[in-house]
């Protein structure tokens, strides 16, 4: 495990976004198109869960958004965020979502 200084992790900002659109990116098994409210603005988000979640699950859920990530495309869509998620021993992917109700656009620390 590689340590950090928390002047590093300080630098993450991480947001509650509330998910509106998701479908899945055809060619690919894992990887899926997110439509997220972040507060002030809605983002696209390319997320590796299509193996593990249907994306008419996904409306209307909560999720943990990085919002300060630098884009980046994958299958040629452009990325602007991550998601957080874990993985399991046996590899499937969980998201970590809030206890309760938070609202698009609430700080995460």
Excluded: C, H, W
Aim: charged share 30%.
């Amino acid at each position: 495990m590689t340590m950090i200084q928390f002047r590093d992790f300080q630098k993450v900002e991480l947001a509650i976004g509330e998910i509106l659109e998701a479908k899945k990116i055809e060619g690919s098994e894992k990887l899926m198109l997110l439509k997220v409210d972040i507060g002030d603005e809605v983002r696209q988000i390319v997320a590796g869960i299509g193996s593990f979640y249907q994306p008419e699950d996904l409306i209307g859920k909560e999720i943990v958004v990085v919002v300060n990530l630098e884009p980046k495309k994958l299958m040629g869509y452009e990325s602007r965020g991550m998601l957080l998620a874990a993985v399991k021993k046996d590899g499937e992917v969980v998201l970590i979502v809030p206890e309760k109700k938070g609202g698009a656009g609430t700080k995460v620390s």
